[in-house]
């Protein structure tokens, strides 16, 4: 069995542009817009246990800043076991993280992520 724990240089780039992406449309309120960088933060880094657990903890803030209970309390136990199904490969693929959806269900990747997550796949 193979572990994954550091994510390539140049994909956490991609990473944390989102993640900046997202704090920037936070500061302006568009709440929407924020989501989405959340969600493509978490389909970049739900192979890294760090970065996947680190959109999971940044999604549980939208919550909280939101209030929005079903939210809060979706992103507890992908807090919890996230990371652990990273860090041994078995996360479904393209999920985007949110408690709107299913934890275990693979989804589409949108194509500009598919092809930068292309150039850093695993071996």
Not at 31 to 36: G, I
Not at 84 to 98: D, E, H, M
């Amino acid at each position: 069995m193979k572990f994954y724990w550091s994510m390539p240089a140049g994909l956490k780039v991609y990473f944390n542009d989102e993640v900046k992406s997202y704090g920037q449309q936070m500061k302006i309120g568009n709440l929407p817009a924020a989501w989405r960088h959340l969600e493509r933060a978490h389909v970049l880094g739900q192979s890294w246990p760090r970065e996947h657990n680190y959109s999971h903890w940044l999604m549980l803030k939208f919550g909280i800043k939101i209030k929005d209970r079903r939210e809060i309390i979706g992103q507890i136990p992908r807090l919890l076991v996230g990371g652990v199904k990273s860090f041994v490969g078995k996360i479904p693929v393209g999920n985007t993280g949110g408690a709107n959806v299913p934890p275990l269900r693979p989804m589409e990747i949108p194509k500009d992520l598919a092809l930068v997550l292309y150039r850093y796949k695993k071996p």
